[in-house]
């Protein structure tokens, strides 16, 4: 295969695009979830918990701008990696972070979405959720395949109609009159307490670096890279502000809290059945945009670190038409469809293999961090055409912040000790395959890191 297929089509995304994308994986179905139960248990508090994690997820675009700037590569976190720490640790980094992370949560994703579909849309028709999520499957899938610009302009239909429809909806219950002798009184919470929710607030705003797998194919990344992910945060923390304002007026908070759909029945309790019509628009287009996401970015990744000899050289196949990783995104979205099949996706136990797998996702942004820090300390005098606001503040309180929700990850011990033991395995098998494939197939030190002029050159 020729030099020119296999590279990736430069210079086609503007800062919208890139702005839906950075907000596409955070607006998911999943967190209007986690919003509705975190003010069902905390209620105004939760707010401030949410502010906790936002700061701390800014200090995360920070590192990540500065480093995708520095670093344009598709390969995002294990080309930043390779080079400020080796091989080994990139591989683990990309596999347990992000890989193993995407397989098992976009399943869910368009499970839940599948089910609030169906009952709102098709509730006369037996319609099994199975059907619905396979074709929404297939459907993003296809986005992804035709081309960037196609992903791209769907992403940007998708990410318009669901910001529209949850503002609409928090605008509506926040103007309302909301229900007559609600009797919502916030618990009282102390500084301890309310810090700790935000282990669940985190959840609000994490994935807006899946802008930097696409780095390379931006027109301006210097400018629209940290614009669109500190923007897109600001962005989502207004939205989830006024909805779960809106839920707090419209649902007693017991009810909030216990409940698996919250965000459905707040939107039922504000308009009635129009309501639930709107709610499944915004599920549809918030599971779309989060999985048209994934299938845009992991791939990305794939074919960065093929280019960098850390997976088969497959995943850098390009196709000669449209100019996308479409190995990796078959084989993606194939590791979908058989989450989706065996059903996994729609048991309890999937949402301990989503948070264990979501605790390896936040090893890699400690990993960034030190990233950061050590490339900093090494090309002291590379020109960084943007730099993290008062480093290494950031940094060393976006490690020790994420070490606190790491520590923190679930309330109940026993489902935390299982988290714990899911997600030792996922880390333990990435190291596996990273240290067999450094060894026997790569023939390279596991910790030797690479020179910033030959990762340019991958």
């Given amino acids: 295969m020729s030099k020119e297929k296999m590279e990736l089509e430069k210079n086609r995304l503007g800062f919208p695009s890139l702005f839906a994308v950075s907000i596409g994986i955070v607006v998911a179905s999943t967190t209007l979830v986690s919003l509705g139960q975190g003010m069902g248990i905390g209620g105004y508090a ?14 995360q675009a920070f590192t990540f701008s500065e480093l995708a700037i520095m670093l344009p590569k598709a390969g995002s976190i294990s080309a930043y990696t390779e080079v400020a720490m080796g091989h080994f640790p990139a591989i683990i980094s990309t596999i347990a972070g992000y890989i193993i992370v995407q397989l098992l949560a976009a399943p869910a994703e ?31 899938m296809t986005f ?16 318009g109609v669901m910001i529209f429809t949850i503002a609409f909806i928090g605008i509506g219950g926040l103007v309302g009159p909301g ?61 989830k502000i ?18 698996p759909i919250p965000h459905v029945e707040v939107a039922k309790a504000i308009f009635g059945k129009a309501g639930m019509v709107w709610v499944g628009l915004a599920s549809f287009c918030a599971t779309a945009s989060t999985v048209n996401t994934l299938l845009a970015a992991v791939p990305r990744m794939l074919y960065g670190m093929a280019h960098m000899g850390q997976v088969p050289k497959v995943f850098a196949w ?49 990993i960034a961090h030190l990233d950061l820090i050590i490339l900093r300390f090494r090309y002291k005098d590379l020109p960084r055409p943007w730099k993290t606001p008062g480093y290494p503040v950031p940094q060393v309180l976006g490690i020790l912040g994420t070490i606190y929700i790491m520590l923190n990850i679930f309330p109940d011990p026993v489902v935390k000790a299982r988290i714990y033991k899911y997600a030792l395995c996922f880390i333990a098998g990435a190291a596996v395959y ?9 023939k390279k030190g596991l910790f030797k890191p690479v020179p910033l002029e030959k990762a340019l050159e991958e």
């Fill in 434 to 442: 990273a240290l067999l494939w450094c060894w026997l197939k790569m």
């Fill in 110 to 140: 368009l499970s839940v979405a599948a089910i609030v579909v169906d009952k709102v849309f098709f509730p006369d028709i037996d319609i099994s959720p199975l059907y619905s999520a396979s074709m929404m499957l297939c459907l993003f």
């Fill in 242 to 259: 006024l909805y779960g304002v809106a839920s707090f007026r419209y649902m007693p908070l017991d009810k909030l809290a216990a409940s």
């Fill in 144 to 159: 992804n395949l035709l081309g960037v610009d196609v992903f791209a302009n769907f992403q940007m239909i998708f990410t």
């Fill in 46 to 59: 939760f707010i401030v918990s949410m502010v906790i994690a936002f700061i701390l997820m800014m200090f």
């Fill in 318 to 366: 390009i196709h000669p038409k449209f100019k996308t990783p479409w190995v990796g995104i078959i084989l993606l979205a194939c590791g979908m469809f058989v989450q989706i099949l065996t059903g996994i996706s729609t048991t309890e136990t999937i949402v301990v293999f989503i948070v264990a797998s979501a605790f390896s996702w936040l090893l890699a942004y400690i």
């Fill in 179 to 239: 229900v007559a002798g609600l009797s919502n009184v916030t618990p009282a919470m102390g500084f301890g307490d309310i810090f700790a929710l935000a282990a669940l607030g985190i959840w609000l705003f994490i994935g807006t670096e899946f802008i930097c797998p696409l780095a390379e194919e931006a027109k301006h990344p210097q400018r629209d890279i940290p614009l669109a992910m500190i923007f897109g945060l600001i962005v989502i923390l207004l939205l």
